[in-house]
């Protein structure tokens, strides 16, 4: 696996609380090699650096455009069960979601890469030959309850210590606790051009970077795993963060 070319630690001004360690990793779209990779790592840097409390936080988009998404969500089932691992929303699993309860949303997940997913599934498509509905209820079949069950959850925000965690972003000038849902998990440019300091530093991902963005108040980690190779994932420990 690519490393993100980035230097290996650099010093914020924000800060985890004493004793923690956060590992926060961005998009991953069904590269579930690389995300094995980096659960790898995780595991070998708990044991060489041990620590009271470690904290494990993926920032969605875990499905779609890669190859194998299921085998993605298996992943991360294990990491919330084993390790309590924080999963976030991205606006990928939004649609998913979407097309669970509503066939109509087919066509517009097939241009977010929805036809990998459902090819993880053993979902292949006919065209012309069936229906929205007719693919929702093949998909309703061999959806897995541990599935279901990741979904469930998906939180849309995640806080600890000086830094939040979200998958887009945030609005500039909104306070966190009144942040509507829809921009945690699709904003951009409000965002991105923002300048001045947030309530709390933002770990996101979403919009993807060559390297991980490191800004004065916020730090972009979507590399574009699906299409580079390269599934960065970041160790915040005091204020402090390491690229694994």
Known sequence: MNRASAAPSRSISASAPAD??????????????LLSEIIARIDDDIRRR???????????????????????LDLLAVRLVANGAVCLRGNHEAV????????????????????????????????GTETASDVHRRFLDVFPRAHELVMQCLRNRFSCGDFLFVHAGIR????IEHQDANDLIW??????????????????????????????????????????GTLTCIAIEGSTILFL
């Open 187 to 228: 904003i951009r440019d409000e965002f991105l051009d923002c300048t001045r300091n947030h309530e709390r530093f933002v770990v996101h991902g979403h919009t993807p970077v060559p390297h991980p963005d490191i800004r004065s108040n916020r730090i972009n980690i979507d590399t574009c795993a699906w299409r580079t």
């Open 50 to 72: 041990p620590i009271a409390h470690a904290v494990e936080v993926y920032l969605g988009d875990y499905i779609d455009r890669g190859p194998h998404s299921r085998a993605v």
């Open 96 to 127: 998913m979601e979407g097309f669970l309860q509503d066939p109509a949303i087919l066509q517009y997940w097939q241009q977010l890469g929805g036809m990998q997913t459902l090819a993880s599934y053993g979902v292949e498509l006919h065209d």
């Open 172 to 175: 500039p000038g909104v306070p």
């Open 20 to 33: 923690t360690r956060i590992y926060a990793v961005g998009d991953i779209h069904g590269r579930a090699d």
